[in-house]
Nanobody, 116 residues
Framework: VQLQASGGGLVPAGRSLRLSCAVS????????VLWYRQAPGKQREWVAS???????NYVNFVKGRFAVSRDIAANTAYLQMNDLKAEDTAVYYC???????????WGQGTQVTVSS
């Protein structure tokens, strides 16, 4: 199982970005996809997720601004981020837990920098 995250970049506050997480070796119809982020000097924190059944959940501070989606045929999940704020600056990671050892799989992270 491998995850490949992409789509980060440098944007001014108020703009949007869409992150992608391509999976191989499993599918997001079998396993949930979770998005985390880690800002400099801070611990990694959960941001959003979509269950294998398509149910989404978000941390309070991104509700209404971020949206998780997936294209099962393309083996890809997305994190649409709107109205970005400087405090959204972080490295964003996608994660899934699959039934194959070592069970926990992370994408390599993609940097999002929001200028104020």
């Amino acid at each position: 199982v491998q995850l490949q995250a992409s789509g980060g970049g440098l944007v001014p506050a108020g703009r949007s970005l869409r992150l992608s997480c391509a999976v191989s070796g499993t599918t997001f119809s079998e396993n949930a996809v979770l998005w985390y982020r880690q800002a400099p000097g801070k611990q990694r924190e959960w941001v959003a997720s979509m269950s294998s059944g398509g149910v989404t959940n978000y941390v309070n501070f991104v509700k209404g601004r971020f949206a998780v989606s997936r294209d099962i045929a393309a083996n890809t999940a997305y994190l649409q981020m709107n109205d970005l704020k400087a405090e959204d600056t972080a490295v964003y990671y996608c994660y899934t837990r699959a039934g194959t050892y070592p069970y926990d799989f992370w994408g390599q992270g993609t940097q999002v920098t929001v200028s104020s």
